[in-house]
């Protein structure tokens, strides 16, 4: 049965009453009305929340980088990789913290001023370290020159030989001279038999002019320019650089992992002949881009995922960055690799619904939990409302009964006077929630039967002489006295 409160009104306001002097209270707003607009509002918060969190979830993350030394390639190419991610506008950013060298920037990393680091695979890792990808490999270049005038000497072919002869280190990192003393080792010179001199690498070419050693080492990409300026300066007056044969690499690679055995192939460095003319036997090492260890997987997932994505776009300017590689996954890796990078190469990787689908789920689950909870508390609170108007109902009933009885007219006002304030009260209830349109409904079943009664006495009271009516109302009245 569809109410129209607009005719519950209208039958109650006849009977007497001047409708002029009673203003008609507003109509109620629908209790279902309500309930659409509570539940529109809590999608659209519930939607806006979900919003909310996907912007704050993929907004743009900002890494810091430590790389060094100045002018060094690794900074070139972290500065070169800045502007592509920048440009590409992907969900990873880097800001660049120049160091003196690797040391530095894996002691930034250690201390948890930087996201990530480039590293020396050689050096001692940070334990909160953890591989990201492999950005080029170094390899160990020996090589030996004749001396001239004072200085000639018996030339330097082998290892084995260098006791008791200097050994010229480019590069002013103190890891390349642990590296030399790795080689030594493995041969059995004694290194403190073998007098170590340190140039930087601007300086290479004017320190082996001056012949300020016997043999030079020098460490970096197989097409490192530093390296090949160095042993084009080796050759002077015709001579050629002899090239120092690592062969003990493999077995130094199995009692230090982190390096490799390795090749350097005939005719690398240029020259004619060739330098070197045939393939020489050495050692790699890796430097390795790392992240904190406790830096999102979500972020380093997508770091990985943008540095390959770009890798090409650096060949033009750094022809090594095509040897960029991924991590090593391995659980015995020198290395081990952060869960976002394996994620990235075992093709893993997690989108937004799946890492937070869960998230979503339960939050869905504990807002209906808690609408429901609501609702409940919220008729709690509104049974004592409720039960009143169970009472004012019942009254209702009784004023029925009492109006086929009635014998004034004036009576029957009283009671629709008192049926106008029920109504009220009625239609106040269920404009709150107390009351439901059932209930709403059963009372306009008796408010029709009360109107019914009202109706049908005053034409039974209209039929009446005046005597009899006047007799009625005085014989009531003395029994009541």
Same mark, same amino acid.
């Given at each position: 049965m569809k109410l129209s409160l607009k005719r519950l009104f209208g039958r109650s306001m006849t009977g007497g009453l001047d409708l002029a002097e009673t203003p008609a209270p507003p109509s109620p707003r629908s209790a279902a009305r309500k309930t659409a607009l509570v539940s529109l509002a809590l999608v659209l918060a519930i939607i806006g929340a979900l919003a909310g969190g996907y912007y704050f979830a993929m907004r743009p993350v900002v890494l810091k980088i430590a790389v060094g030394p100045a002018n060094s390639d690794d900074v070139k190419v972290v500065q070169t990789l800045t502007q592509a991610f920048a440009q590409s506008k992907g969900y990873v950013r880097l800001r660049p913290i120049q160091t003196d060298g690797a040391i530095a920037s894996a002691n930034e990393l250690a201390q948890g001023k930087a996201d990530l680091a480039i590293i020396r695979g050689d050096l001692e890792v940070p334990k909160n370290a953890q591989a990201v990808a492999t950005l080029?490999?170094?390899? $160990?270049?020996?090589?030996?020159?004749?001396g001239k005038g004072k200085k000639k000497g018996a030339k330097i072919t082998k290892i084995a030989q260098l006791a008791g002869h200097r050994v010229g280190v480019v590069g002013r990192t103190p890891a390349n001279v642990n590296l030399l003393k $790795? *080689?030594?080792?493995?041969? /059995?010179?004694?290194?403190a038999k073998v007098e170590v001199v340190q140039f930087p690498a601007s300086e290479a070419a004017e320190a082996i002019k001056a012949q300020k050693a016997d $043999?030079?080492?020098?460490? /970096?990409?197989?097409?490192?320019? *530093?390296?090949?300026?160095a042993i084009a300066a080796s050759a002077r007056d015709g001579s050629a650089p002899t090239f120092l044969a690592i062969d003990s690499a493999d077995a130094i690679a199995q009692n230090h992992p982190v390096y490799e055995s390795s090749e350097i192939p005939a005719g690398t460095y240029g020259g004619s002949p060739d330098r070197p003319d045939d393939e020489v036997k050495t050692i790699s090492f890796s430097h390795h881009i790392v992240a904190r260890? /406790?830096?999102s997987e979500t972020t380093v997932a997508a770091f990985t995922r943008q540095l390959f994505a770009?890798?090409? %776009?650096?060949l033009a300017d750094f022809p090594q960055?095509?040897?960029?590689?991924?991590?090593?996954?391995?659980?015995?890796?020198? *290395?081990? $690799?952060h869960p976002g990078a394996a994620a990235f190469v075992d093709g893993e990787e997690k989108t937004f619904l799946d890492k937070y689908s869960d998230y979503i789920w339960w939050s869905l689950m504990a807002l209906s939990a808690m609408g429901s909870i609501g609702a409940w508390f919220a008729g709690y609170l509104k049974k004592d409302e409720r039960n009143s108007n169970n009472h004012q109902r019942e009254r209702l009933l009784d004023?029925?009964?009492a109006a086929r009885k009635s014998e004034t007219a004036d009576e029957l006002d009283q009671m629709q006077a008192e049926a106008d304030d029920i109504l009220r009260d009625t239609l106040r209830c269920y404009d709150d929630g107390a009351i439901e349109e059932g209930a709403l409904?059963?009372?306009?079943?008796?408010?029709? %039967?009360?109107?019914?009664a009202i109706a049908d006495r005053k034409v039974v009271l209209s039929s009446l002489p005046p005597n009899l009516q006047r007799a009625g109302a005085q014989f009531r009245a003395a029994g009541n006295a």
């Amino acid at each position: 049965m569809k109410l129209s409160l607009k005719r519950l009104f209208g039958r109650s306001m006849t009977g007497g009453l001047d409708l002029a002097e009673t203003p008609a209270p507003p109509s109620p707003r629908s209790a279902a009305r309500k309930t659409a607009l509570v539940s529109l509002a809590l999608v659209l918060a519930i939607i806006g929340a979900l919003a909310g969190g996907y912007y704050f979830a993929m907004r743009p993350v900002v890494l810091k980088i430590a790389v060094g030394p100045a002018n060094s390639d690794d900074v070139k190419v972290v500065q070169t990789l800045t502007q592509a991610f920048a440009q590409s506008k992907g969900y990873v950013r880097l800001r660049p913290i120049q160091t003196d060298g690797a040391i530095a920037s894996a002691n930034e990393l250690a201390q948890g001023k930087a996201d990530l680091a480039i590293i020396r695979g050689d050096l001692e890792v940070p334990k909160n370290a953890q591989a990201v990808a492999t950005l080029r490999k170094n390899v $160990v270049v020996l090589w030996s020159v004749s001396g001239k005038g004072k200085k000639k000497g018996a030339k330097i072919t082998k290892i084995a030989q260098l006791a008791g002869h200097r050994v010229g280190v480019v590069g002013r990192t103190p890891a390349n001279v642990n590296l030399l003393k $790795v *080689i030594l080792q493995q041969y /059995g010179v004694d290194p403190a038999k073998v007098e170590v001199v340190q140039f930087p690498a601007s300086e290479a070419a004017e320190a082996i002019k001056a012949q300020k050693a016997d $043999v030079y080492l020098a460490a /970096g990409p197989v097409n490192s320019k *530093i390296t090949s300026d160095a042993i084009a300066a080796s050759a002077r007056d015709g001579s050629a650089p002899t090239f120092l044969a690592i062969d003990s690499a493999d077995a130094i690679a199995q009692n230090h992992p982190v390096y490799e055995s390795s090749e350097i192939p005939a005719g690398t460095y240029g020259g004619s002949p060739d330098r070197p003319d045939d393939e020489v036997k050495t050692i790699s090492f890796s430097h390795h881009i790392v992240a904190r260890k /406790g830096l999102s997987e979500t972020t380093v997932a997508a770091f990985t995922r943008q540095l390959f994505a770009v890798r090409q %776009q650096l060949l033009a300017d750094f022809p090594q960055a095509a040897k960029i590689e991924t991590p090593d996954t391995d659980k015995d890796a020198a *290395i081990p $690799v952060h869960p976002g990078a394996a994620a990235f190469v075992d093709g893993e990787e997690k989108t937004f619904l799946d890492k937070y689908s869960d998230y979503i789920w339960w939050s869905l689950m504990a807002l209906s939990a808690m609408g429901s909870i609501g609702a409940w508390f919220a008729g709690y609170l509104k049974k004592d409302e409720r039960n009143s108007n169970n009472h004012q109902r019942e009254r209702l009933l009784d004023m029925l009964a009492a109006a086929r009885k009635s014998e004034t007219a004036d009576e029957l006002d009283q009671m629709q006077a008192e049926a106008d304030d029920i109504l009220r009260d009625t239609l106040r209830c269920y404009d709150d929630g107390a009351i439901e349109e059932g209930a709403l409904t059963a009372f306009n079943i008796v408010l029709d %039967q009360f109107h019914a009664a009202i109706a049908d006495r005053k034409v039974v009271l209209s039929s009446l002489p005046p005597n009899l009516q006047r007799a009625g109302a005085q014989f009531r009245a003395a029994g009541n006295a």
